[in-house]
């Protein structure tokens, strides 16, 4: 994919805050601090269109970005992290599901796990939702940077085996060093 143009779109909480569009669109979905936007912004070779942070839980709305004119990309709030204030944290539920469950040009979410870690119960949750609303997932696993080549493939074993996933079906991504970013855009292009 050649990336001519991505312009932020807007921020939402609720669906009359979404862009009207028939156009496709694909979003992120991940732990908080798992790496969203860093991943965006290596997808779309833009160094901060999407603000990243290292304190987790920077990203609170739906945010929506428009690609060449063409698709949108959604970069969803992180789930999961304590330190979030309580009135963020139960708003996060409503919010994302009824986005996944409403949004017509949504042809799959990116779910985003950290390869170093299990996946948890709310990991699971997401994953449960997207087969609910028969969604096409494509699971990633950043931060391949952290882990040398032979650690990598274990966790990604492992990984697997916790989803009930072919590990090749995983993608490896950094974004430190942008592994993984044309298979994934492979994948992506595929779902259009
Ligand atoms: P929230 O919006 O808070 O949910 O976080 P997020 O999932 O958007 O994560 P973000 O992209 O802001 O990244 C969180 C931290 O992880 C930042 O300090 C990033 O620099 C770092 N990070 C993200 N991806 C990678 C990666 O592939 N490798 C390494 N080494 N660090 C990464
Ligand atoms: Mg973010």
New binding site residues.
């Given amino acids: 994919m050649i990336v001519k143009s991505a312009a932020f779109v807007r921020g939402a909480v609720k669906s009359s805050q979404y862009p009207s569009s028939s156009m496709p669109e694909i979003a992120?979905a991940?732990?908080?601090?798992?790496?969203?936007?860093?991943?965006?912004?290596?997808l779309l070779g833009r160094k901060n269109l999407?603000?990243?942070?290292?304190?987790?839980?920077?990203?609170?709305t739906i945010n929506f970005f428009l690609i060449n004119n063409r698709f949108h990309f959604v970069?969803l709030?992180?789930?999961g992290?304590a330190k979030?204030p309580i009135e963020v944290r139960k708003r996060w539920g409503p919010m994302v599901e009824s986005y996944l469950s409403s949004r017509e040009g949504l042809c799959a979410v990116v779910v985003?796990l950290d390869l170093r870690r299990q996946p948890n119960e709310a990991d699971h949750d997401l994953l449960a939702w997207l087969a609910r609303y028969s969604i096409p997932e494509i699971v990633v696993l950043?931060?391949?940077?952290?882990l040398k080549k032979n650690k990598q493939n274990y966790q990604s074993r492992l990984i697997g085996e916790d989803l009930s996933k072919d590990p090749s079906s995983l993608i490896l991504?950094?974004?430190?060093?942008g592994?993984g970013k044309q298979v994934l855009w492979k994948a992506i292009e595929a779902l259009f």
């Fill in positions: 992120f991940g732990r908080s601090n798992v790496g969203k936007s860093s991943l965006i912004n290596v999407v603000r990243t942070s290292s304190t987790p839980g920077r990203t609170q970069d709030p992180g789930y992290y979030v985003i950043t931060k391949a940077d952290k991504f950094s974004a430190a060093t592994m």
